[in-house]
């Protein structure tokens, strides 16, 4: 006994001491302690993630100011210590802010803003600080300076990791060469292990963002990426959530705090894309919810209808009670299904009608009394109505009597719950056939276990299922109002009713000014500035959803040149235009890449699964205003199904015009096998001709043009006259341009083509569009020049005009080019054009 | 092309080495007028292109008049457009070349000495990859050009195939004419078939009828038991697909000594078909077929009916034989009643027979019993 008495007093003491050390854990000191959730992890990780975090900042600072983005980033070995140094022109942080952005894990400014950021909960930079002083022992070093301002604001600063507030060493005016702009200076136990991903994520940032200046000099060297672009990103705007994107708690806590009276001025206040029209369809769904449908049967004889009216009206004149009670029928009779408000509403109509004919008052009680004597000939047409719907929706292979068994359970069911609802006070039928879907369902299969069990049939789900659609579909949207908004607040039940109700509806995506989308055009631009390829292509999808978040996915691919052609392609992740370094596997883009067969794209990939292989490189960027990583250091994004399906679509478009480019490229380099083979088959197949018939040499790039579905452009010139004949012989139109440069002045030119005189060499230009299997000719007078007289055999004449002939707009290995001047033997020699520029 | 030939077989002029010439020069100018298309579709830009019967049995149809099997009208086209067929092309207009030249010198080579000779040409191009790709060019040529290998003076490597019989006749040698006895001038290998069959004039025939024999063994067989003796017969050694030459000479004995011919080989579907290019013409040269085909040719056997009469030794039949079989049903040269009839029976008994299986009944069997029996039947005897 003494030792239980003990005991317990024991007991009594280690719960005190227990409560004693319970104590609040400061939001710093759990981060200090879980640095891989912030991706601080290791030494070599944490300098990268450091980098990352001030440049996103910096990004985002400058972007959102309006000013082009210039950062430099500094990383030097001292000691044993690493310094990184981040500088930005972005607007500068005012004095007081300073220390609790940099000093304060969780303070920021878009936390709670939908809006596409790179950063987001205020954690980032703030725990590059808290990872320097843990390792290092020395304070951030903070240089910021608002434009217009005379001098630079210089803080030391530490966090308070006890109660997460900045705590600062030193805090004075400086100079500083930057008219405005931001510079932090970290100390930190790191290394340059992950060199690789250093770089890379400078130079994936530098894609994604073309129209920053980002420089970084590291101990090992030095990388600058210039704009490619002066087109800031467009600026976005915030938004408000979604009726698809929101929690209940976040709902309650919205209700709690609107100036909204009633629900659907609230959700078309607070929400985004919810009009008038949505909003009471949310409503409907949410009545629907909250009260209920009220099920309408078939309307009762005509007679029937009369008669219980009559008998149900007392103390008015025998005229006006039938006047009465023959409205009341007619009203009934124009309902194919009429439910209970519906009958007291034709009773409420019958005695306006009535009043106004017979002068007899017929006020709501008897309006109540004509309702409650007709709602019960109505409802007589349950079983028969019921049969109807279980007929449509069970199988024709059921027994009729079966069908008509399972009907008449069911309306019984109705009956039923009148009996149980005098006592009880819950909201079920009300003797109005008022009703819930879940307890309609009840119903269904209530009877339908009732008729397993008696008839051994089987009922099963989709049959009931149809069964109880059925129903619903038969069920009318009470004219209840809906509750006040303080009440859903107040009432976690309603307000998931009201949550459930918004989700159901179909409601517009979201507006995407929230997005701000690379573009394919300046995804095509970065890719162009960071790869050297010889192929680029760019898909930027339309917006899409994923809980109320609206998100953009962009791909592109960048192909050949000089792009690393052993090993599988390289893949480049952006989520809101931040590279993602880390994690590669885990990230939904990486599963979507593999996923997809990329033979048919024209890529080598070992087994038809996985990353393909090959020159190339292969980026996506997730915009939204909520990308879903898989953790709190955003490295991966995680494997949501509409985000998973977009980024799908996305490659698969820019991977087409992969296809479509490798397709030509296969077809040009077997045309230009094929035409080197003929080149050499057919002079000699040509000589030999000549040899065996014993006549002149043949002249064989008409044939040749023609076998290879060739443009063939020759040059005669005939009495200074000069012709540029172009021959089509492919199956397509082609446009191709000319550039003829002549050494002699040119006249009379044909076709509208612009002439251009530089140095005493004219530059005449045409574009004509030759038909398949047709011709062009093109002209020019050469009059005057030198001692030309239409002949060229002239041999003393030195100022022989000379020509060239450039060809450009048609690929290069279609084009046969002969325009030797005429006065040497014609020969074959084929000017290579420039190249034209794939896209 | 047969007309010229026969022409000039049928002339018995004092200088047959002239008429040779015009024959020569007759070629050499086809040969140069195609090569002359070429070069002008080349001069008017076009593409060169050179049509020639497509040859394959889809493409054989029955000349009422000749009694033979030609081609039909489907073609296909050598044409420059692309590379094998700019490679085929070169390679014709070098080998036109070289006939050509070969005609103009009066030399001869055999198909084997053009395709090695191919290798000495400076265009490497235009070298055959194999002898068939060479042999089948030169057929081309004689179907575009219209004149036979042998007046391109083009020969076999070796025909080797021999007559035996009471003929004599006039071969032009390179060492002059000859005059041979093809029993008393000849040794027991017979009178050996010269390439070009055309240069034989016949000046005496005791024959009473032509008998094609598929294998030497049988040949051996019916010339030691004195069979050519015996019944007058014109013993031809086919050895095994009868050469050019040897259906030509075949041809000629039937046309212009007005004897019957007929075909004695084993009882499996490749010997019908040794026996379909003697008759109707091969599918390979049916552009030569009224040249080369003997359509009055008649089989002897083995038949298949001759395997269940004679209740001959057998071996079954492979699934390569039963093949064979079901091809000729439709080969149009076999759509005939006997040959329906004795194929379905082959196919249905599943059995086939050597010539040899008739020594199973004794040596003399074959000359004593079954061809007597067999040619009484046809009428021959």
Redesign the interface.
Known sequence: MTAFQSTLGEEKDIAGELAENQRAISIAEFFEKNKHMLGFDSGARGLVTAVKEAVDNALDATEEAGILPDVYIDISESSNYYTLVVEDNGPGITAEEVPRVFGKLLYGSRFHKREQKRGQQGIGISAAVLYSQLTSGTPAKITSRTAGSEQAKYFELIIDTDSNEPEIYAERETTWDRPHGTRIELEMDANMRARGQLRNYVKHTAVVNPHARIELREPAGEFKSERATDQLPAATEEIRPHPHGVELGTLIKMLGTTDSYSVSGFLQEEFTRVGQKSAANVLSSFRDRQFGRELAWSPPDREACIEAVHDAVANKSKEATETFAVAVADRVREFDRLCHHEVAEAAAGAATAATEETGTTFGDTVQERATEAVWPLVVESREADCHAIVNDATTSRKDEAVVRALARRIAAKFNADIGDDETDDDNTTDGRDRLTYDTLRGYVDRAADTTVERDEVAVGDTAREKITEGLWEIGREVPDDPPKIREIADDRDTAGRLLRAMEATDVMAPPTECLSPITDELVLAGLRKEFDGDFYSAATRNAAVHGGDPFIVEAGIAYGGELESEGSVDLLRFANRVPLVYQRGACATTDVIKSIGWRNYGLDQPGGTGLPNGPAVVMIHVASTNVPFTSESKDAIANVPEIEHEIELAVREAARDLKAYLKKQRSMRKRREKQDVLAAILPRMATKLADVTERDRLDIDDSLARIMNNVLIERTIEDNRVKLVVENHSATNESPELTEIVSAEPSGISDGASVVEMDGEWFIEWSPTVESGSEAVLEYALDGTGNSNGNNDDDGGSDEPSFDLDVSGVESEKVTVNAAPTTEPSSTTTTPPTPSTSE | MSTDTDSDAETDGDDPKAEADVQDNEARERL?DL??A??D???A????TMAIPTRTKSNIEYDEEAGVWVYGDRESSRS????RG??K??KA??T??FL?QQLAEDRSSTLRELYYLSESWD?K??QFADQDESNQLVEDLEIVTSVAREDFHMRPEESGATLMGPLRLREQTRRGEREIHCQEDVGEGGYQIPNDPDTIDFLDCDADFVLCVETGGMRDRLVENGFDDDYGTMIVHLKGQPARATRRITKRLHDELDLPVLVFTDGDPWSYRIYGSIAYGSIKSAHLSEYLATPEARFVGIQPADIVEYDLPTDPLSDSDRNALENELKDPRFQTGYWREQIELQLEIDKKAEQQALASRGLDFVTDTYLPERLSAMGVL
Not at chain 2, 45 to 48: E, L, N, Q
């Open positions: 140069v090569a002359a070429f070069y579709q080349f001069a830009g076009d593409v060169p420059a457009n692309s590379v700019a490679r092309l070169l207009i070098y036109i070349d050509a265009e191009e235009a």
